[in-house]
């Protein structure tokens, strides 16, 4: 769940709030193969491919959210054959990640709620019924860092400031909590 809002807060924060809302449904797009070869090229820059451990660095690069797990299974096929991958090679372990990840459609509305029942029970120290009861909309900015970056795919700190602004000029917020409601809506701008 964090790791699905992680990516989903990585690839909406800096949109314009013009946009209409994306679905609820967040799915992975594999980039134009000219733009993979491009950012492969930038780690080959001797011409012999990428290294075995830089695999996971180019997906990521590319925007492709391959699983730890993944990485680690192409990793290990790809040491077999050297200690580099060509880009022929690395293409067929990008396409493999996003099919992996097409199957695995994350309904965001869905795991914002339950995100939420987490942040009351978690941090506020709620009971479920309070949790039920409950109708203050506002979490702490904090918590919402601290949860991005210990959680899932963890965000950097610069990510993590950059989301904070956004949090400040685009939602509601008061004492240095923000309106839940409002950076679900972010999300999906």
């Known amino acids: ?10 690839t909406t924060a800096g949109d314009s709030p013009r946009r209409p809302p994306r679905p609820f449904v967040a799915t992975m797009a594999l980039p134009e193969e000219g733009e993979m070869e491009e950012v492969f090229k930038l ?5 012999q491919g990428i290294k075995v451990k830089e695999i996971g ?8 959210a391959a699983s730890e797990a993944q990485l680690r299974e192409f990793a290990a ?6 200690t580099h991958v060509k880009f022929a090679e690395f293409l067929g372990y990008a396409k ?3 099919s992996a990840e097409a199957g ?10 339950g995100m939420k029942v987490g942040i009351d029970r978690f941090f506020e120290k709620l009971t479920p019924q309070q949790c039920r ?12 860092k601290h949860l991005l970056s210990s959680v899932g795919e963890k965000m950097s ?7 904070a602004r956004e949090l400040r000029t685009s939602c509601r917020h008061q004492d240095g909590r923000v309106s839940f409601e409002d950076f679900v809506k972010i999300l999906h701008v």
Do not use: H
Request: hydrophobic share 40%; glycine share 4%.
């Open 1 to 10: 769940a964090a790791s699905a809002l992680a990516c989903a807060v990585r």
């Open 43 to 47: 780690f080959d820059q001797e011409g």
């Open 57 to 64: 660095t180019v997906m990521r690069s590319l925007g492709i």
């Open 77 to 82: 096929e790809a040491s077999k054959n050297g």
């Open 96 to 98: 493999r990640a996003e």
């Open 104 to 113: 695995k459609s994350v309904n965001i509305a869905e795991e914002m709620r």
């Open 133 to 144: 009861d409950n109708s203050n909309e506002m979490v702490k900015i904090s918590d919402l």
């Open 157 to 163: 700190e610069e990510e993590l400031e950059e989301l």
